[in-house]
Structures are given as structure tokens and as C-alpha cells.
């Protein structure tokens, strides 16, 4: 009997087996290309990926057989990190389409962010009224870059269920950080888990069927060799429905950074990048901050009281 060379994981959401899913992407890993900044926040594009199938009955797109979880956590755990003003200009956004969400909450006691960086968005929520923050964050190089009054809120490592006591939090932020975990539906449950009664989980994930990324195809920036899944709107909605969350609404938002991270990611040839780099630092445009919906969703639902 002909042994298979891998045995394909299914669908890390609802478990529909590979067999039963279609191609979305072959794999594409030059190993060459690897580097310090490979699982870096906010790199220049790669366009690397695993093998990526889309799942038939969530809608889920996922790596067919991503690396183990040792391999993901050192990877991280040695990743550069160069981009403390896009995460600022991230953090400003993702706490202007929060406001809805975390009017709704009947408490502000306590909060968790899983993959926190350097603990920006964390301090705007201190702002908003939360007493005690948490942040779980596998870069050292991140943590590093922190201000010192946060790197007390901050935890090095990956998230942990059993770091903490159940139905402890009465916020959870996941923020472009659903992509990069194996199992996306044992983090989503494990926050669930967490939170309190009324209390909210959210998350911010690409959209991988909204109109930027279908026109850019395999050369959008959501084609990365970080990505063990990629979401649309109908596959993260079904994700919060099979943890047990309610009230749960998704919906794109806009991002705003400089003239200058928007051209680090579009997909022009080098020169052309060059030359419109010399002339937007010397007109002054390189630093210019454009608001662009590129299809980005947040999405949040809440643990029933009950």
C-alpha cells in the first residue's frame, strides 16, 4: 500500500475534511527569501504562502498542512520588528471602530489582547476606562520597542488559555492576529471561555473576498507565508457563531497610514517604487495620512449573561 507523503488537516472551523475542499492557492516558499522580518508585522509584501485550500462549507480559506506550533512560536519569538508608527496609526483606527462595540459593554475592568505588540492599542483602551490590562505578545524584538510603563502590562509568549482564570476579562482583542495562530477555532473558544458575562471578544481580520483583494489576487499583501488562514465575512461570523457568542456583527473599516506604508505594500516593480518614494519624500507626500477601506474587518460578538 502506497503510504501519503502528509495526511491534510481539515478545515480548523467547522472540520469539513480536505478532500472536500477546493484549491486556492499552490504553495509558494522560497526558502532563500526567509528572513529576520518574514514573520514581522507590516513588511514589505512577500507573496510566499503554504498550500492554501477554501473550505466548501464555511468558506474558510487555510493552510493544507501549516508548520507545527513550536516552529510558529520561534519564529515569532526571533521576528524583527521595525514598525511602531504603522502600529500607532493601526491602534488609532481599530479604537475609532471599537466605539460601538465597547459602548455595549456593561463593565471596563479588565481587558486581554492577544498579540499586543507594544501595548498602543492597549493604552488607548486605558483611555477608554479599562483598569487592568493584559497583553500576550511572542516577539521579544516588540516587547522590546515598548515604552518601559507598558512592558508591565505585556507577557511574552503565545496565548495560553490556562494562564489565566476563567471569566476573568471583560474584553478580548485578537487584531490581525487570527491569520497567524494554528487553530483559530481553540483561540476563538478559549476566549470565549474568558471572557465574562457580557463581555465581548473582537477581532480584526483580512477579508480575503473583498474587492481589493480579488483585484490584487496573488499579489495582495494577505498572501503571506504568516497566514495559516484567511477569513471573509461569512467564515469569521461562522467561527464567532460556533463558539457560543451573540450579537455578533462584522464589518469592514477604514485604515489610515502614511503615503509611504501604503506604497511599501503596493505591488509595483522596485523602481517604480524608488521614484515615487524620492518624489513623495521630497514633496512632502511620503508622510501624508490617507484613510483606505482595503478590506480589513472587524468583527465582534459577546458571551450571552446566561
Not at 471596563?108 to 476606562?129: A, P, W
Not at 502590562?153 to 476579562?169: K, T, Y
Not at 465575512?233 to 503615503?259: H, M, Q, T, W
Amino acid at each position: 500500500m502506497k503510504v501519503p507523503m502528509y495526511i491534510m488537516r481539515a478545515c480548523p472551523i467547522c472540520q469539513t475534511p480536505a478532500e472536500k475542499a477546493s484549491l486556492f492557492l499552490e504553495e509558494n516558499i522560497d526558502q532563500t527569501r526567509i528572513s529576520g522580518f518574514s514573520f514581522a508585522s507590516r513588511k514589505e509584501p512577500e507573496y510566499m504562502c503554504h498550500r492554501l485550500l477554501r473550505c466548501r462549507t464555511c468558506d474558510l480559506v487555510y493552510a493544507s498542512n501549516p508548520p507545527e506550533q513550536d516552529e510558529l512560536a520561534h519564529s515569532y519569538h526571533v521576528a524583527e520588528y521595525d514598525s511602531s508608527e504603522e502600529a500607532n496609526d493601526a491602534a488609532q483606527a481599530y479604537i475609532k471602530a471599537m466605539q460601538p462595540i465597547l459602548l455595549k459593554l456593561k463593565h471596563k475592568n479588565r481587558v486581554l489582547e492577544i498579540g499586543s505588540g507594544t501595548g498602543v492599542l492597549l493604552e488607548l483602551l486605558k483611555d477608554e476606562g479599562f483598569a487592568e490590562l493584559v497583553g500576550v505578545e511572542p516577539s521579544s524584538a516588540a516587547i522590546a520597542a515598548a515604552p518601559v510603563h507598558r512592558r508591565d502590562w505585556l507577557r511574552e509568549g503565545i496565548f495560553n488559555e490556562r494562564d489565566f482564570e476563567p471569566a476573568s476579562f471583560d474584553l478580548i482583542c485578537c487584531f490581525m492576529t487570527m491569520e497567524h495562530v494554528r487553530d483559530p477555532m481553540a483561540t476563538a473558544l478559549a476566549s470565549s471561555r474568558l471572557l465574562r458575562p457580557g463581555g465581548a471578544f473582537i477581532t480584526v481580520t483580512h477579508d480575503y473576498g473583498s474587492l481589493v483583494n480579488r483585484m490584487l489576487g496573488k499579489k495582495s499583501p494577505i498572501i503571506d507565508i504568516e497566514h495559516m488562514q484567511l477569513f471573509s465575512k461569512v467564515s469569521i461570523c461562522e467561527l464567532f457563531n460556533r463558539c457560543g457568542l451573540d450579537d455578533i456583527s462584522a464589518r469592514p473599516f477604514i485604515n489610515r497610514y502614511s503615503f509611504g506604508y501604503w506604497l511599501r505594500l503596493a505591488p509595483l516593480p522596485k523602481s517604480v517604487k524608488h521614484l515615487l518614494k524620492w518624489v513623495s519624500a521630497h514633496t512632502g507626500m511620503y508622510q501624508l495620512k490617507i484613510g483606505l477601506n482595503v478590506g480589513n474587518t472587524i468583527t465582534a460578538g459577546f458571551r450571552p449573561n446566561s
